[in-house]
Protein backbone atom coordinates (compact mmCIF):
# COMPACT_ATOMS: atom_id res chain seq x y z
CA UNK A 1 0.00 0.00 0.00
CA UNK A 2 1.52 3.47 -1.11
CA UNK A 3 2.59 4.89 2.39
CA UNK A 4 0.90 8.38 1.04
CA UNK A 5 -2.26 6.85 0.53
CA UNK A 6 -2.38 5.64 4.38
CA UNK A 7 -0.96 8.71 5.83
CA UNK A 8 -3.84 10.69 4.17
CA UNK A 9 -6.98 7.92 5.45
CA UNK A 10 -4.96 8.80 8.96
CA UNK A 11 -5.25 12.19 8.82
CA UNK A 12 -9.06 11.85 7.93
CA UNK A 13 -9.43 9.79 9.88
CA UNK A 14 -7.84 11.36 12.58
CA UNK A 15 -10.39 14.51 12.09
CA UNK A 16 -13.17 12.84 11.50
CA UNK A 17 -12.14 11.08 15.21
CA UNK A 18 -11.92 14.81 16.57
CA UNK A 19 -15.56 15.57 15.33
CA UNK A 20 -17.67 12.70 15.26
CA UNK A 21 -18.13 11.12 19.19
CA UNK A 22 -20.42 9.58 17.24
CA UNK A 23 -18.02 7.75 14.81
CA UNK A 24 -15.87 7.02 17.91
CA UNK A 25 -19.09 4.97 20.12
CA UNK A 26 -19.46 2.72 16.70
CA UNK A 27 -16.42 2.09 16.19
CA UNK A 28 -16.06 0.73 19.59
CA UNK A 29 -18.92 -1.10 18.91
CA UNK A 30 -16.79 -3.59 17.38
CA UNK A 31 -14.33 -6.60 19.19
CA UNK A 32 -11.27 -5.56 17.65
CA UNK A 33 -11.89 -1.60 17.02
CA UNK A 34 -7.87 -1.54 17.21
CA UNK A 35 -6.81 -4.36 15.49
CA UNK A 36 -6.28 -2.51 11.88
CA UNK A 37 -3.67 -0.38 13.86
CA UNK A 38 -1.35 -1.63 16.19
CA UNK A 39 0.80 -3.20 12.86
CA UNK A 40 0.69 0.06 12.24
CA UNK A 41 2.52 1.45 15.53
CA UNK A 42 4.88 -1.31 15.40
CA UNK A 43 6.62 -0.25 12.18
CA UNK A 44 7.92 3.05 13.76
CA UNK A 45 11.90 2.94 13.67
CA UNK A 46 11.87 6.66 14.86
CA UNK A 47 9.62 8.96 16.40
CA UNK A 48 9.18 11.39 14.00
CA UNK A 49 8.16 9.00 11.17
CA UNK A 50 4.75 10.30 10.23
CA UNK A 51 2.29 7.15 9.86
CA UNK A 52 3.27 5.55 13.72
CA UNK A 53 2.60 9.34 14.79
CA UNK A 54 -0.81 9.72 12.96
CA UNK A 55 -1.77 6.37 14.01
CA UNK A 56 -1.25 6.58 17.72
CA UNK A 57 -3.16 10.21 17.94
CA UNK A 58 -6.41 7.79 16.35
CA UNK A 59 -5.62 5.15 18.99
CA UNK A 60 -5.56 7.77 21.60
CA UNK A 61 -8.97 9.32 21.07
CA UNK A 62 -10.22 5.68 20.30
CA UNK A 63 -8.79 4.32 23.69
CA UNK A 64 -9.47 7.80 25.64
CA UNK A 65 -13.51 7.50 25.06
CA UNK A 66 -13.14 3.78 25.60
CA UNK A 67 -11.95 4.54 29.21
CA UNK A 68 -14.38 6.92 29.48
CA UNK A 69 -17.36 4.80 28.62
CA UNK A 70 -16.09 1.64 29.72
CA UNK A 71 -14.14 2.04 32.44
CA UNK A 72 -13.19 -1.82 33.39
CA UNK A 73 -11.71 -2.21 29.89
CA UNK A 74 -12.27 -5.12 27.78
CA UNK A 75 -9.58 -7.53 26.69
CA UNK A 76 -9.35 -5.55 23.24
CA UNK A 77 -8.29 -2.13 25.12
CA UNK A 78 -6.65 -3.89 27.53
CA UNK A 79 -4.62 -5.26 24.80
CA UNK A 80 -4.18 -1.98 23.02
CA UNK A 81 -3.36 0.29 25.91
CA UNK A 82 -0.32 -1.09 26.65
CA UNK A 83 1.21 -1.61 23.22
CA UNK A 84 0.16 2.45 22.70
CA UNK A 85 1.71 2.81 25.84
CA UNK A 86 5.11 1.38 24.78
CA UNK A 87 5.06 3.60 21.53
CA UNK A 88 4.47 7.26 23.17
CA UNK A 89 7.62 6.18 25.52
CA UNK A 90 9.64 6.52 22.45
CA UNK A 91 8.31 10.01 22.58
CA UNK A 92 8.57 10.21 25.80
CA UNK A 93 12.47 9.80 25.94
CA UNK A 94 12.92 11.98 22.39
CA UNK A 95 14.92 14.62 23.18
CA UNK A 96 12.60 17.11 21.18
CA UNK A 97 9.88 18.99 23.58
CA UNK A 98 7.27 19.21 20.83
CA UNK A 99 7.37 15.23 20.47
CA UNK A 100 7.25 14.63 24.18
CA UNK A 101 4.32 16.75 25.12
CA UNK A 102 2.64 14.81 22.71
CA UNK A 103 3.38 11.77 24.54
CA UNK A 104 2.62 13.20 27.43
CA UNK A 105 -0.81 14.76 26.44
CA UNK A 106 -1.62 11.96 25.05
CA UNK A 107 -0.83 9.64 28.38
CA UNK A 108 -2.88 12.65 30.00
CA UNK A 109 -6.41 12.08 27.95
CA UNK A 110 -5.60 7.86 28.20
CA UNK A 111 -5.26 7.95 32.53
CA UNK A 112 -9.00 8.58 33.04
CA UNK A 113 -10.43 5.10 34.18
CA UNK A 114 -8.85 2.90 36.98
CA UNK A 115 -7.83 0.20 34.40
CA UNK A 116 -5.76 2.56 32.41
CA UNK A 117 -3.82 3.87 35.66
CA UNK A 118 -3.26 0.06 36.42
CA UNK A 119 -1.73 -0.71 33.12
CA UNK A 120 -0.09 2.56 33.19
CA UNK A 121 1.74 1.26 36.36
CA UNK A 122 1.93 -2.30 35.38
CA UNK A 123 4.37 -1.10 32.82
CA UNK A 124 5.80 1.38 34.64
CA UNK A 125 9.65 0.77 33.29
CA UNK A 126 7.90 2.20 29.90
CA UNK A 127 6.03 4.63 30.95
CA UNK A 128 6.81 5.96 34.37
CA UNK A 129 10.55 5.93 33.40
CA UNK A 130 10.93 8.77 31.10
CA UNK A 131 8.80 10.91 33.54
CA UNK A 132 10.55 10.46 36.12
CA UNK A 133 13.47 11.74 34.23
CA UNK A 134 11.86 14.58 32.78
CA UNK A 135 11.11 15.65 36.57
CA UNK A 136 14.56 15.28 37.97
CA UNK A 137 16.34 16.98 35.21
CA UNK A 138 13.26 20.02 35.82
CA UNK A 139 14.21 19.49 39.78
CA UNK A 140 18.17 20.32 38.77
CA UNK A 141 19.19 16.66 39.44
CA UNK A 142 20.57 14.21 37.34
CA UNK A 143 21.57 10.17 37.30
CA UNK A 144 20.21 8.10 40.03
CA UNK A 145 22.41 8.23 43.00
CA UNK A 146 23.39 12.16 42.62
CA UNK A 147 19.82 12.74 42.03
CA UNK A 148 18.95 11.07 45.44
CA UNK A 149 21.87 12.92 46.99
CA UNK A 150 20.93 16.56 45.56
CA UNK A 151 17.10 15.80 46.43
CA UNK A 152 17.99 14.71 50.22
CA UNK A 153 20.25 17.50 50.67
CA UNK A 154 17.85 19.95 49.27
CA UNK A 155 20.73 20.87 47.11
CA UNK A 156 19.49 21.64 43.94
CA UNK A 157 19.02 24.90 42.42
CA UNK A 158 16.40 26.47 40.01
CA UNK A 159 18.88 27.80 36.73
CA UNK A 160 16.25 27.83 33.71
CA UNK A 161 15.38 30.92 31.64
CA UNK A 162 12.08 32.51 30.90
CA UNK A 163 9.30 30.07 29.80
CA UNK A 164 11.83 27.23 31.15
CA UNK A 165 13.18 25.63 34.43
CA UNK A 166 15.97 23.76 35.08
CA UNK A 167 18.02 21.48 31.62
CA UNK A 168 15.65 23.70 29.56
CA UNK A 169 12.74 21.81 30.25
CA UNK A 170 9.85 23.79 28.60
CA UNK A 171 7.22 25.05 31.35
CA UNK A 172 4.27 24.19 29.58
CA UNK A 173 5.73 20.22 29.26
CA UNK A 174 6.50 20.55 33.03
CA UNK A 175 2.95 21.42 33.96
CA UNK A 176 1.70 18.50 31.09
CA UNK A 177 4.20 15.47 33.24
CA UNK A 178 2.73 17.02 36.87
CA UNK A 179 -0.41 16.39 35.37
CA UNK A 180 -0.34 12.53 34.19
CA UNK A 181 1.25 12.10 37.91
CA UNK A 182 -1.61 13.77 39.70
CA UNK A 183 -3.95 11.70 37.47
CA UNK A 184 -2.01 8.56 38.28
CA UNK A 185 -1.83 9.63 42.04
CA UNK A 186 -5.87 8.81 42.64
CA UNK A 187 -4.65 5.06 42.61
CA UNK A 188 -1.75 6.41 45.63
CA UNK A 189 -3.04 3.92 48.07
CA UNK A 190 -1.60 1.31 45.54
CA UNK A 191 1.10 2.99 44.05
CA UNK A 192 2.37 5.31 46.70
CA UNK A 193 4.99 2.83 48.57
CA UNK A 194 6.10 1.69 45.07
CA UNK A 195 6.42 5.09 43.76
CA UNK A 196 8.79 6.06 46.75
CA UNK A 197 11.10 3.06 46.70
CA UNK A 198 11.94 3.38 43.18
CA UNK A 199 11.98 6.71 42.75
CA UNK A 200 11.93 8.83 45.67
CA UNK A 201 8.90 10.46 44.43
CA UNK A 202 8.68 12.46 47.44
CA UNK A 203 11.77 14.29 47.68
CA UNK A 204 11.79 14.88 43.96
CA UNK A 205 7.98 16.27 44.47
CA UNK A 206 9.32 18.23 47.47
CA UNK A 207 12.39 19.77 46.18
CA UNK A 208 10.17 20.51 42.61
CA UNK A 209 7.47 22.33 44.76
CA UNK A 210 10.25 24.04 46.16
CA UNK A 211 11.57 25.47 42.68
CA UNK A 212 7.84 25.94 41.69
CA UNK A 213 7.56 28.88 39.00
CA UNK A 214 4.14 28.83 38.67
CA UNK A 215 0.52 28.30 40.80
CA UNK A 216 -0.31 25.73 38.46
CA UNK A 217 2.91 23.70 38.90
CA UNK A 218 1.95 24.35 42.67
CA UNK A 219 -0.96 23.01 42.96
CA UNK A 220 -0.65 19.52 40.81
CA UNK A 221 2.50 19.29 42.95
CA UNK A 222 0.76 19.46 46.73
CA UNK A 223 -2.19 17.87 45.26
CA UNK A 224 -0.15 14.78 44.42
CA UNK A 225 1.56 15.02 47.58
CA UNK A 226 -1.43 14.93 49.05
CA UNK A 227 -3.04 12.31 47.42
CA UNK A 228 0.13 10.29 47.90
CA UNK A 229 0.91 10.59 51.01
CA UNK A 230 -2.42 9.97 52.69
CA UNK A 231 -2.80 6.85 50.84
CA UNK A 232 -0.20 5.41 52.53
CA UNK A 233 0.73 7.42 55.78
CA UNK A 234 2.74 4.84 57.81
CA UNK A 235 5.24 4.89 55.42
CA UNK A 236 5.38 8.46 53.17
CA UNK A 237 4.85 10.83 56.44
CA UNK A 238 7.61 10.08 57.79
CA UNK A 239 9.52 10.15 54.02
CA UNK A 240 7.77 13.79 54.01
CA UNK A 241 9.15 14.65 57.53
CA UNK A 242 12.49 14.03 56.39
CA UNK A 243 13.06 16.00 53.73
CA UNK A 244 11.52 19.33 55.84
CA UNK A 245 8.32 18.82 53.54
CA UNK A 246 6.28 20.59 56.95
CA UNK A 247 8.92 23.58 56.56
CA UNK A 248 8.34 23.93 52.96
CA UNK A 249 4.47 24.08 53.54
CA UNK A 250 5.03 26.99 55.77
CA UNK A 251 7.08 28.62 53.38
CA UNK A 252 4.07 28.12 50.34
CA UNK A 253 1.58 28.80 52.54
CA UNK A 254 3.24 32.62 52.60
CA UNK A 255 3.01 32.90 48.54
CA UNK A 256 -0.29 35.06 48.36
CA UNK A 257 -2.10 32.35 46.56
CA UNK A 258 -5.73 32.92 45.01
CA UNK A 259 -6.38 28.73 43.94
CA UNK A 260 -9.42 27.84 46.48
CA UNK A 261 -7.87 24.17 45.53
CA UNK A 262 -4.84 24.61 45.98
CA UNK A 263 -5.21 26.46 49.24
CA UNK A 264 -7.86 23.38 50.24
CA UNK A 265 -5.36 20.71 49.53
CA UNK A 266 -1.93 22.60 51.31
CA UNK A 267 -4.39 23.20 54.48
CA UNK A 268 -4.68 19.03 54.26
CA UNK A 269 -1.41 18.58 53.45
CA UNK A 270 -0.33 20.80 56.37
CA UNK A 271 -2.38 19.16 59.07
CA UNK A 272 -1.21 15.66 57.83
CA UNK A 273 2.11 16.10 58.58
CA UNK A 274 1.54 18.58 61.76
CA UNK A 275 0.00 15.66 62.89
CA UNK A 276 2.61 13.23 62.64
CA UNK A 277 5.46 15.56 63.71
CA UNK A 278 3.76 16.21 66.70
CA UNK A 279 3.26 12.18 68.02
CA UNK A 280 7.04 11.64 66.40
CA UNK A 281 9.71 10.73 68.84
CA UNK A 282 13.17 11.05 67.98
CA UNK A 283 13.61 7.43 67.92
CA UNK A 284 10.83 7.53 65.27
CA UNK A 285 12.65 9.70 63.41
CA UNK A 286 15.90 8.14 63.35
CA UNK A 287 14.16 4.73 61.98
CA UNK A 288 12.86 6.30 59.41
CA UNK A 289 15.28 7.89 58.39
CA UNK A 290 17.42 4.18 58.17
CA UNK A 291 14.18 2.95 56.35
CA UNK A 292 14.29 5.16 53.68
CA UNK A 293 17.58 4.09 52.80
CA UNK A 294 19.19 6.91 52.56
CA UNK A 295 21.06 9.12 55.44
CA UNK A 296 22.26 13.04 55.97
CA UNK A 297 23.46 14.24 59.05
CA UNK A 298 20.59 14.78 60.61
CA UNK A 299 20.44 15.72 63.93
CA UNK A 300 19.95 12.37 66.16
CA UNK A 301 23.34 11.03 64.61
CA UNK A 302 25.77 13.60 66.18
CA UNK A 303 23.52 13.34 69.56
CA UNK A 304 25.32 11.73 72.56
CA UNK A 305 22.15 11.22 74.43
CA UNK A 306 20.12 10.29 71.54
CA UNK A 307 22.22 7.20 71.37
CA UNK A 308 22.74 6.77 75.36
CA UNK A 309 18.77 6.24 75.28
CA UNK A 310 18.26 4.61 72.40
CA UNK A 311 21.37 2.22 71.16
CA UNK A 312 20.07 -0.61 72.77
CA UNK A 313 16.54 -0.10 71.33
CA UNK A 314 18.53 0.60 67.70
CA UNK A 315 19.55 -2.88 68.34
CA UNK A 316 16.41 -4.56 69.42
CA UNK A 317 13.44 -3.05 67.64
CA UNK A 318 11.40 -5.44 65.43
CA UNK A 319 13.98 -8.15 65.45
CA UNK A 320 17.28 -6.24 64.88
CA UNK A 321 15.62 -4.71 61.64
CA UNK A 322 17.55 -1.37 61.52
CA UNK A 323 21.22 -2.88 62.18
CA UNK A 324 20.41 -4.95 59.25
CA UNK A 325 19.13 -1.93 57.10
CA UNK A 326 22.13 0.19 57.63
CA UNK A 327 24.26 -3.42 56.92
CA UNK A 328 22.44 -3.16 53.33
CA UNK A 329 23.01 0.58 53.11
CA UNK A 330 26.63 0.51 53.54
CA UNK A 331 26.91 -2.27 51.60
CA UNK A 332 26.42 -0.41 48.49
CA UNK A 333 29.54 2.21 46.87
CA UNK A 334 27.04 5.90 47.05
CA UNK A 335 29.59 7.06 44.09
CA UNK A 336 27.75 10.25 44.18
CA UNK A 337 26.97 10.50 47.84
CA UNK A 338 29.49 9.31 50.26
CA UNK A 339 28.97 10.99 52.94
CA UNK A 340 26.06 8.30 53.44
CA UNK A 341 29.13 5.72 54.60
CA UNK A 342 30.38 8.06 56.94
CA UNK A 343 27.06 8.43 58.71
CA UNK A 344 26.67 4.40 58.89
CA UNK A 345 29.96 4.14 60.23
CA UNK A 346 29.39 7.14 62.70
CA UNK A 347 25.91 5.10 63.73
CA UNK A 348 27.74 1.77 64.42
CA UNK A 349 30.52 3.31 65.95
CA UNK A 350 28.22 5.07 68.51
CA UNK A 351 26.01 1.26 68.81
CA UNK A 352 29.58 -0.83 69.12
CA UNK A 353 30.26 2.14 72.15
CA UNK A 354 26.82 1.93 73.83
CA UNK A 355 26.21 -1.33 74.08
CA UNK A 356 29.48 -3.25 73.19
CA UNK A 357 27.97 -6.87 74.80
CA UNK A 358 26.06 -6.76 71.07
CA UNK A 359 28.89 -5.66 68.76
CA UNK A 360 29.03 -9.80 67.63
CA UNK A 361 25.53 -8.85 66.35
CA UNK A 362 26.92 -6.07 63.94
CA UNK A 363 29.66 -8.62 63.07
CA UNK A 364 27.47 -10.96 62.04
CA UNK A 365 25.99 -8.78 59.62
CA UNK A 366 29.33 -7.99 57.90
CA UNK A 367 29.29 -4.55 59.35
CA UNK A 368 32.88 -4.44 61.47
CA UNK A 369 34.26 -6.28 58.48
CA UNK A 370 32.97 -3.68 55.52
CA UNK A 371 33.78 -0.60 58.29
CA UNK A 372 37.44 -2.42 58.11
CA UNK A 373 37.18 -1.89 53.84
CA UNK A 374 36.57 1.94 54.37
CA UNK A 375 39.31 2.83 55.96
CA UNK A 376 40.91 2.46 52.63
CA UNK A 377 38.28 4.52 51.04
CA UNK A 378 39.72 8.24 48.72
CA UNK A 379 37.06 10.27 51.16
CA UNK A 380 38.35 11.75 53.91
CA UNK A 381 34.99 12.04 55.76
CA UNK A 382 34.57 8.38 55.26
CA UNK A 383 38.09 7.35 56.45
CA UNK A 384 37.53 9.56 59.46
CA UNK A 385 34.52 7.84 61.06
CA UNK A 386 35.66 4.10 59.70
CA UNK A 387 38.41 4.97 61.47
CA UNK A 388 36.58 6.07 64.50
CA UNK A 389 33.77 2.61 64.53
CA UNK A 390 36.82 0.67 64.25
CA UNK A 391 38.50 2.52 67.43
CA UNK A 392 35.10 1.15 69.38
CA UNK A 393 35.59 -2.53 68.38
CA UNK A 394 39.37 -2.11 69.60
CA UNK A 395 38.52 -1.06 72.99
CA UNK A 396 37.39 -4.20 73.70
CA UNK A 397 39.54 -6.75 71.33
CA UNK A 398 41.31 -8.10 74.66
CA UNK A 399 38.39 -8.97 76.25
CA UNK A 400 37.09 -12.46 75.50
CA UNK A 401 34.04 -12.85 73.65
Not at 88 to 114: C, E, P
Not at 326 to 332: D, M, Q, T
Request: overall charge negative.
Amino acid sequence: VDTDVVQYVLVLLGDLLEGSPALVDSLLEHDNTYAPFLPLLAQATSPEEAIPLLTSTALTTLLARESTSNPKGRPASDTALPILYKYLSTLAKSSDSGLQDIAVMGYSALLRSRRSRELFWDHRDVTIEPLISILRTAAGVSGSGASAASLWSSSATARGGEGFINGGIDLQLLYHVLLVMWQLSFEGAAIGDGLEDEYDVIPLFTQLLRLSPKEKTTRLLVSTLYNLISGNPKSLLPAAALVRLPTLLQNVTGRHLTDPDLIEDLTALSELLEEHTKTQTTFDQYAAEVESGHLRWSPPHRNTVFWAENARRILEHNNGHLPKKLAEIISKPWDNDKQVLAIVCNDVGCLVKEVPEKRQQLERLGLKTRIMELMAEPDESVRWESLRAVGEWLRYSFETK
